[in-house]
Nanobody
Framework: QVQLVESGGGVVQPGGSLRLSCAASGSIGSIYNMAWYRQAPGKQRELVAHITSAGDTNYADSVKGRFAISRDNAKNTVSLQMNSLKPEDTAVYYC?????????WGQGTQVTVSS
């Protein structure tokens, strides 16, 4: 059984920072890509940031320069450092991974940016 467990969500004021983490465990095989998606109320799930096994990254235009994705291949973890947060960043954030065993999603963690 494969599990992706996220942590680090919460409530933060505009301009603040949060760091999300996701740990993959179980019969996950070899991990190719890892990513963070988010879904705001009434909106479709969207890609926030993506990182390959080689460490190549790409970001949604809306978060470029503010968010940074990183991974630890030895620990099967991926993190998302979020700085200069805006109210429009409020959403449920989901960890995603593409592996030799398939595609897997975390359960989601709420991020709320509000004064």
């Amino acid at each position: 059984q494969v599990q992706l467990v996220e942590s680090g969500g919460g409530v933060v004021q505009p301009g603040g920072s949060l760091r999300l983490s996701c740990a993959a465990s179980g019969s996950i095989g070899s991990i190719y890509n890892m990513a963070w998606y988010r879904q705001a109320p009434g909106k479709q799930r969207e890609l926030v940031a993506h990182i390959t096994s080689a460490g190549d990254t790409n970001y949604a235009d809306s978060v470029k320069g503010r968010f940074a994705i990183s991974r630890d291949n030895a620990k099967n973890t991926v993190s998302l450092q979020m700085n200069s947060l805006k109210p429009e960043d409020t959403a449920v954030y989901y960890c995603f991974t593409f592996t030799t065993a398939g595609l897997f999603w975390g359960q989601g963690t709420q991020v709320t940016v509000s004064s």
